[in-house]
C-alpha cells in the first residue's frame, strides 16, 4: 500500500514565486521537519559521549538557498491548440 504525501498547494508556491513573504515562510516551515533531518551531525562532548544534532550553520544556508530558489521558479504551462 502507498503512503499519501501531502504536497504544498498550486496557490502557496505561486504565491511564494511572487514574492509573498507570508507564503514563502510557510513553504520554509512545511519543509522544516526534511531539512532539519538532512542537516543532522554528529557532536562529540569533551568526555567522549556523541550527541546527534542540527547544524543551524547547514540549515540556514540551505533555506537561504530554498528562498533563492522559490524566487527563480517559473511554472511552464503548455496549451495545447486544436
Known amino acids: ?3 499519501k504525501y501531502k504536497h504544498p498547494s498550486y496557490y502557496l508556491i505561486s504565491s511564494a514565486m ?10 520554509l516551515a512545511f519543509y522544516d521537519p526534511y531539512i532539519s533531518k538532512c542537516c543532522l551531525r ?14 543551524m550553520e547547514l540549515k540556514g544556508r540551505i533555506r537561504e538557498a530554498l528562498i533563492k530558489m522559490i ?5 511552464d504551462i ?3 491548440e486544436e
Do not use: C, S
Not at 554528529?42 to 547544524?55: M, R, S
Open 42 to 55: 554528529p557532536l562529540y562532548d569533551e568526555y567522549g559521549n556523541v550527541y546527534i544534532v542540527v547544524d
Open 1 to 3: 500500500m502507498k503512503k
Open 18 to 27: 511572487d514574492g509573498d513573504e507570508t507564503a514563502i515562510e510557510k513553504l
Open 71 to 75: 524566487l527563480d521558479f517559473e511554472i
Open 78 to 80: 503548455e496549451i495545447e
